[in-house]
């Protein structure tokens, strides 16, 4: 049920924004040969026939009319596709892009006083092998517009994979925009200083000796629902109301800005998330937004972004839009609510708790599905929990989170339109004895560690030596996580090639112990799989095999989207009374390097490592 205070502030937007649009100038709307112009007396926008793209953005602001984007990248959608096969000829550009204008079929503008849409449509090519629609609509009294993609692919169609799909804003560079506004925390100057020389993609040593890297922006799709670039006198918002068409669910990663960019990533395989794969024969189609991007003036960039965030409130109020054309956009919705709990004890941690379509062997987790719709909330520790405006259908229930090494998976949950539907969950835990000690929580992420705030900093293997230099030791009782454990074992090391966890047991042991390695990402240093040596008193009892899970050490990161969970049984007459040692390392593992450049560096973090014995 929608709280008392929600409602008044929904019903107050509604209001205010009917009086404002009553008030507001019609959308005006004028096509040539080449070109559709919108404008709505707040904004205006051109879009180019000949690049399918917008290439010309501006806001007014006191009577002048003042630029945001110009030229052909000034608003676009691209995606990154390959196919199985090709047919003999065609010709794959190298980095897969396609954007609208490759094949297009012409515009079509529908325009009333109250909105104007552009859709612009493209057909499969010799090796894009989706149908495509590009929606742009400006509404009366926005200061905005919005976009959103609907993707097709007919079943007579070959198999393909989409493994990027984003809408794109490049904005002028002429000083508007001085600042990038992420989160409340994260507002960063934009530098202006030349590049010296490029790192890595997207990734610059600047003349004044600092790195400017895009990856030091990327954020959660949960937690990122509204930023942008801001500057003086005009500030420009990615804003989405919901984030079901994402892929990967709450702890998928992505970029936002960088340099004179805006990204509104809609799916991507970045941080080991899974792309988009489609069979011959199989009929699929999404919609991926609507996005508005609104463009706001005020007197401060402490007063565009507090705007920009009531902005996306209202969205969020809206949702599922009532205007929105393609017949693929649900606008029947359902609700989930309910609670978990776990069986014989007291929840330490919250959970997310997410409906995703159902597992796959080739889409298996939440994590990793990627052509359905998703719908997630968070929870406190209490377990309960209201998802609404749920597309209709059938989901698997996961619930992740809440300190435990494995999730409650539930299929067969029926969301109906205009219905609600509840569960109640009785969560068991996971146990393979007493547990001796537990190091962080399990929680899919290793920036409980130190320098795992720091993770989107750049190269942040370099600092590893500086902080460690005797390599990691932990003593388990008098050691802080926080301080003691890096977030990230990388494959190289100061001194010794391993990492040791000391701890004291009061009695020897019999029977059998188990040892829960849970795992937030896993990159080889060479090779297909990381291999990690694990020995108990210096008996080597295991050596796990962990494939790549993504690039969280190179894209900044504390966790890549998989999680792997390996829980290694071994003698408890390994341990005995007084000090024991568990070390871990890499069997690639190799010296720091003491001069020169440092390739090919693999890493592990550790979400939770617990001993138990029984």
Not at 102 to 110: G, K
């Amino acid at each position: 049920m929608i709280s008392l205070p929600r409602l008044f502030t929904f019903l107050f937007c509604l209001v205010a924004g009917a009086l404002l649009q009553a008030a507001a100038p019609p959308v005006t709307a004028r096509e040539d040969a080449g070109s559709i112009q919108l404008d709505n007396g707040l904004i205006s926008l051109e879009y180019s026939k000949q690049t399918a793209t917008l290439d010309a953005i501006y806001r007014y602001v006191a009577g002048q009319r003042l630029a945001v984007a110009t030229g052909s990248d000034a608003y676009y959608w691209d995606s990154v596709s390959q196919p199985e096969s090709v047919a003999a000829g065609v010709v794959v550009p190298t980095n897969g892009n396609f954007r609208v204008h490759m094949n297009p079929d012409p515009p079509r503008l529908i325009a009333t006083p109250e909105a104007a849409e552009i859709v612009a449509p493209a057909r499969h090519n010799g090796w894009f092998f989706f149908d495509i629609e590009i929606h742009y609509v400006l509404r009366r009294g926005d200061a905005g517009f919005y976009a959103y993609a609907v993707i097709r692919h007919p079943a007579e169609l070959p198999a393909t994979t989409l493994y990027q799909m984003r809408f794109v804003s490049k904005t002028i560079t002429d000083g508007t925009f001085t600042e990038f506004v992420i989160g409340d925390e994260r507002v960063k100057t934009i530098d202006r200083n030349a590049v010296e020389k490029q790192l890595a993609n997207a990734t610059y040593l600047l003349t004044d000796g600092t790195v400017q890297t895009k990856y030091q922006n990327s954020s959660y799709w949960a937690e990122t629902l509204v930023y942008g670039h801001a500057g003086p006198r005009i500030g420009l918002w990615s804003i989405t109301a919901s984030t079901e068409y994402h892929n990967g669910g709450p702890l998928k990663q992505g970029q936002t800005v960088h340099d004179n960019v805006l990204l509104r990533v809609l799916t991507s395989s970045h941080f080991g998330a899974s792309p988009v794969g489609v069979a011959k024969g199989e009929a699929w189609s999404k919609v991926y937004g609507p996005v508005f991007t609104y463009i706001n003036a005020g007197g401060s960039i402490a007063e565009l972004w507090t705007d920009a965030k009531r902005r996306q409130q209202e969205e969020e109020a809206r949702w599922p839009y009532s205007w929105v054309t393609a017949p693929e956009y649900g606008k029947e919705r359902g609700t989930f609510t309910g609670s978990w709990k776990l069986r014989g004890e007291i929840a330490k941690t919250g959970a997310w708790v997410v409906l995703s379509e159902p597992a796959t062997p080739r889409y298996p987790d939440w994590t990793l599905q990627s052509k359905g719709y998703q719908f997630w909330a968070r929870t406190g520790a209490d377990g309960r929990f209201t998802i609404r405006n749920v597309r209709p259908g059938r989901y698997t229930l996961y619930i992740s989170g809440a300190d435990q090494p494995a999730q409650y998976v539930e299929d067969g949950v029926e969301i109906h339109a205009g219905a609600a539907t509840t569960r109640n969950v009785a969560w068991t835990p996971v146990h393979h004895g007493r547990t001796l000690w537990q190091m962080g929580t399990f929680d899919r992420t290793a920036a409980e560690f130190r320098n795992g705030e720091s993770a989107r900093d750049f190269e942040m293997f370099k600092r590893y030596p500086k902080d460690f230099p005797e390599d990691v030791t932990f003593t388990v009782g008098a050691s802080d996580p926080a301080r003691d454990w890096n977030y990230a074992q990388w494959s190289i090391y100061a001194k010794k090639p391993v990492w040791t966890i000391r701890f004291r047991c009061e009695e020897p042991f019999a029977g059998q112990a188990a040892l829960t390695l849970a795992f937030s990402s896993a990159q080889p240093a060479r090779g297909a799989m990381t291999n990690l040596q694990v020995s108990v008193n210096g008996k080597l009892i295991d050596t796990v095999h962990l494939p790549k899970t993504g690039t969280a050490g190179y894209r900044g990161s504390a966790q890549d989207s998989p999680w792997n969970v390996r829980v290694l049984e071994f003698d408890a007459g390994l341990l005995h009374a007084g000090w024991n040692e568990i070390t871990l390392g890499h069997a690639e593992a190799r010296p720091f390097p003491a001069s020169g450049e440092i390739r090919g560096v693999g890493q592990v973090m550790y979400d939770a490592i617990r001993l138990e014995v029984r």
